[in-house]
Structure formats: C-alpha cells, structure tokens
C-alpha cells in the first residue's frame, strides 16, 4: 500500500478521512454508542458490555481519545471517559456539509 500524499488534499479533506479512519471499526461505533446511550462517563462497564478484551478496548479507546472525540478524567486507579461535546458537534458538521453537497435531483448513470 502506498505512503497517502495528505498534501495534495484540503485541510476538511484530510480531516474528514482521519475521523472516516477511526469510525471505520466496529468495536469504536459501539464504544461512541455505549457512551451515547449511557450520557455518563464510564470506565470499566465496557469489557463487560462489548465482551472484548481490556487491551483490545483500551487500544480503540486510544484511537477516539487520539481523534478528540472522546475525554478522560483520572480516577483512583482508572479512567472515566466521555464524549466530548464540543469536538461531537465539530465532526456532526464537518459530515452534514459533506453529506448536503449531494443534490439528488442530478442525474447521472
């Protein structure tokens, strides 16, 4: 596979390939919806609820953490994560303007 050549491509792009990238796994799209649907932050509920293995969730963790769509706050001995609103509504933006760039009423094929 080839080196990706990210400066030949905009900025929102490049942007909208790195989250493409990270939503690509499942294991992330049920981690995002746990924590959607918990509205709390969370910690160790997540091995027993996607019945992965801690490393294997705390390498995906790292992947959104990485992203900023998810944050964590230290806790005893653990990490309390959560989405992070700001960057959540960052990301919803960036795949509206893509997504209403479609006009259906073209026709094409």
């Known amino acids: 596979m080839g080196v990706t050549k990210s400066e030949l491509f905009t900025e929102r792009q490049n942007a909208l390939a790195t989250v493409a990238k990270v939503f690509a796994h499942p294991a992330r799209i049920a981690i995002l919806e746990y924590l959607l649907n918990s509205n709390t932050c969370?910690?160790?509920?997540?091995?027993?609820?996607?019945?992965?293995?801690?490393?294997?969730?705390s390498q995906h963790l790292r992947e959104l953490k990485n992203l900023g769509i998810?944050?964590?706050n230290i806790e005893g001995v653990s990490v309390c994560y959560c989405i992070d609103p700001q960057k959540w509504e960052e990301i919803q933006l960036l795949f509206e303007e893509f997504f209403k760039r479609f006009q259906s009423t073209k026709t094409c094929c």
């Open 42 to 57: 969370i910690n160790g509920d997540l091995v027993e609820e996607l019945g992965l293995a801690q490393a294997t969730i």
């Open 70 to 72: 998810i944050k964590g």
